[in-house]
């Protein structure tokens, strides 16, 4: 489904797109998501944004940082005023 510049896209769709590209996850951004990421689609998903207080809203994460290590991601949060 099309909605003006975005996409929504089913579990399913995740599926087969992590299976086609032997993928264990997909991490996107570019969605206000209030705390500062966001799991999706049972963990396959993670949705990350780092901009506190974007255009005037509510989102209380000012930065998230992944890092790999052994093999395993981590998330940092770091909530500024801004």
Same mark, same amino acid.
């Given at each position: ?20 590209? #032997?993928?264990?996850?997909? =991490?996107?951004?570019? +969605?206000?998501?209030?705390? /500062? @990421? ?20 509510? #989102?209380?994460?000012?930065? =998230?940082?992944?890092? +790999?290590?052994?093999?395993? /991601? @981590? ?8």
């Amino acid at each position: 489904m099309k909605r003006s510049t975005a996409f929504y896209f089913a579990e399913k769709a995740t599926q087969n797109f992590l299976k086609q590209n #032997n993928l264990s996850h997909v =991490i996107r951004a570019h +969605e206000v998501i209030d705390e /500062g @990421f966001k799991f999706n689609h049972r963990g396959m998903v993670l949705t990350v944004f780092s901009c506190s207080k974007y255009c005037g809203g509510p #989102n209380k994460a000012a930065a =998230i940082m992944i890092e +790999e290590y052994d093999r395993k /991601g @981590f998330i940092k949060i770091i909530s500024l005023e801004t």
